[in-house]
């Protein structure tokens, strides 16, 4: 897995999903499986098949959570470059052609924000931003064709 770049409060909200998953949450599944084993025949047993796939799913979530904190650096937006795009921050962006505007964070998926999309720095947009400042305009190459945003504002 690559390098993940989080910020301090995401990291330390990640960090307390995993302890969570990893102590709580293993016991509340084994739990949900005796009780489940409990009722009979394994092969008809809805609760239990049930159980067991919570904690395959679970299971699955404390892999990644381990790994990604495994290879995570923590960043903080820029104090010594403010108004660059960086992973960290905010940016407002204004496509070609359109009036609107629209804020993304730029960082990794689990940064997830109240009412703000997110940006990863490694995709073709993200990689199309770094290092850029406000008023200038960005070509980045999208699925769909060459495509150019202005960045309204950065932080």
């Known amino acids: 897995m690559s390098e993940t770049q989080l910020t301090p409060e995401t990291h330390a909200r990640l960090a307390a999903e995993l302890e969570d998953l990893t102590t709580r949450g293993r016991v509340e599944i084994a739990r949900q499986i005796e ?13 239990y098949h049930a159980a067991k796939d919570a904690q395959g799913k679970m299971e699955a979530r404390i892999r990644q959570l381990r790994a990604m904190l495994g290879s995570a650096t923590i960043v903080e ?3 010594e470059a403010p108004g660059v795009v960086a992973a960290g921050v905010e940016v ?10 629209e804020r993304y ?6 940064e997830r924000r109240e ?4 940006i990863s720095p490694g995709s073709p947009l993200g990689k199309a931003l770094l290092g850029h400042e406000r ?3 960005v ?7 060459s495509l150019r945003v202005e960045i309204v504002s950065v932080g």
Do not use: C, K, M, Q
């Not at 009780?35 to 394994?42: E, F, I, P």
């Not at 964070?105 to 689990?110: D, K, L, T």
């Not at 009412?115 to 997110?118: D, E, F």
């Open 35 to 47: 009780a489940a084993r409990a009722l009979g025949d394994l092969s008809e047993n809805g609760d």
């Open 77 to 79: 937006p820029s104090s």
């Open 92 to 101: 407002e962006l204004r496509y070609e052609g359109d009036d609107a505007t």
């Open 105 to 110: 964070f730029v960082g990794s998926i689990e």
């Open 115 to 118: 009412n703000v999309a997110v």
């Open 135 to 137: 008023g200038d305009l």
């Open 139 to 145: 070509e980045f190459e999208a699925p769909s064709g």
